[in-house]
């Protein structure tokens, strides 16, 4: 399996979903992508939103993530059974490579990529009943490791394989699910990863599709 990288794979961030609500609603970055962006194909009707993208080290676009659905709060008990969304992460498939000033080797992308992604980006949303505030932090810092090692590990027991459309097109995705939600990856004929997470929509009537004009969805 290729190596898969922390550094161009930034997980959002978290506290309250504070930093990330702020990040919402900017196309800019999308449109630096050199890629194209995917998101739920037109099956799907309801509202989408825009989220973050994340950047390598020498500042290009690697990944970005867009939402559909409600916008979901971090989970509590008095909503984890109302939510129902669904995000989609697009990571450009990038081999490993040097950075752009030369002084540094990034890492490259892979499925894997995307799984480890789509886990921590469920996290993000979620809040283990009766935890205390202060308990958050570790808690979050353990699971992420663990989204980490599952992530690396996507021939082991803990996936499936289910078969999703993709531009039309039926294409394999590596899926699990977990007490916080579902978390699926896979990769495109268009040269990038994706991957994905939700609460309340089943996965298993999901397809996917490159977003046309991006911009609208700002």
């Known amino acids: 399996m290729e190596t898969t990288s922390r550094v161009g794979a930034q997980a959002p961030a978290t506290e309250g979903g504070q930093q990330l609500a702020s990040a919402r609603r900017t196309v800019d970055g999308y449109l630096l992508a050199p890629f194209p962006w995917y998101g739920l194909d037109e099956a799907f009707t309801g509202p989408r939103w825009l989220m973050q993208v994340g950047m390598s080290a020498d500042g290009g676009v690697e990944h970005g993530a867009i939402g559909h659905g ?18 989609v992460v697009t990571v450009a498939a990038n081999p490993s490579r040097r950075s752009a000033d030369g002084t540094g080797l990034l890492e490259a992308t892979s499925v894997s990529s995307a799984a480890w992604l789509a886990g921590v980006g469920l996290l993000s949303f979620t809040w283990p009943g009766q935890m205390d505030h202060t308990l958050r932090d570790d808690w979050l810092d353990q699971q992420t490791e663990t989204a980490w090692v599952l992530a690396d590990d996507l021939d082991g027991s803990d996936w499936s394989s289910l078969s999703l459309p993709v531009d039309g097109v039926p294409t394999p995705f590596h899926y699990r699910e977990s007490e916080f939600g579902w978390v699926l990856a896979g990769s495109t004929q268009e040269g990038v990863h994706v991957g994905a997470y939700g609460r309340g929509m089943s996965a298993y009537g999901l397809g996917f599709a490159v977003v046309k004009d991006i911009a609208a969805y700002a």
């Open 70 to 87: 409600e916008e979901p709060s971090v989970r509590s008990e008095s909503t984890e059974d109302k939510e129902r969304f669904a995000v």
